[in-house]
């Protein structure tokens, strides 16, 4: 069976979802690729830009991103030495272990960021526009989807709430024990600056 086989893919709701998700995934990669291309930068490397503006400096070694994206050190580290050429990032080594290093944007890494992380924007202005309970179940969905794709161990890194170590729950209920937040559905955060491993 192949969720591209029109045939298979119109006789069954299942198929045209998965169809339609792969389309949606390459929406992003459009939208990436064109701010991308204004800046003379490949999509990995805005990526690795914007991740690194909005998560601590412990979150920013090589190993750690080469986790989050999903690729190698040595293809991370590859990234990392044009974007020090181009001096949009800063190294920090770390003093108890010299071969390992954080990483910290420039100025001018700054200034890319905010000028390319609205790549987003064309969907974030269809999704405001939509009902709130439509958003909801949207949101219940996609981050339910998130959570199983990484029991499956398709999608690596998660720091949502469901593996976080503050994250408790009783009879359907959920509860941030750190911001001591009750946690409903909107609530629920796939990427928290607070996160722990459970
Ligand atoms: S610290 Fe963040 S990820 Fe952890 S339970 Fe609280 S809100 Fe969720």
């Known amino acids: 069976m192949s969720v591209f086989n029109l045939n298979e893919q119109n006789a069954n709701l299942d198929n045209k979802i998965v169809a339609g998700l792969e389309r949606l995934s390459q929406v992003f990669r459009i939208l990436l690729w ?6 003379s930068l490949s999509p990995i490397q805005i990526q690795l830009l914007i991740f690194i503006r909005h998560h601590r400096a412990d979150r920013t070694t090589v190993s750690y991103l080469a986790k989050e994206f999903n690729l190698t050190k040595p293809t991370i580290s590859d990234a990392i030495k044009i974007l ?25 890494g700054d200034k890319v960021v905010s000028e390319t992380e609205n790549f987003t924007n064309p ?28 029991k499956l161990e398709v999608i690596s890194v998660q720091r ?10 009783h009879n359907g209920k959920h509860f941030c024990n750190l911001l001591n937040l009750k946690l409903s559905s909107e609530d629920i955060r796939i990427d928290c600056g607070e996160f722990e491993n459970a």
Do not use: M, P
């Open 123 to 150: 969907l974030t202005e269809i999704i405001a526009r939509s009902d709130q309970d439509d958003k909801l179940v949207l949101w219940e969905n996609i981050s339910g989807y998130i959570r199983l794709l990484n």
């Open 160 to 169: 949502t709430c469901f593996n976080c170590r503050y994250f408790s729950s």
């Open 34 to 39: 064109e701010k991308a291309k204004e800046h």
């Open 84 to 108: 020090e050429q181009k001096k949009l990032i800063e190294k920090f080594t770390d003093h108890s272990d010299t071969r390992s290093y954080t990483i910290q944007l420039t100025e001018t």
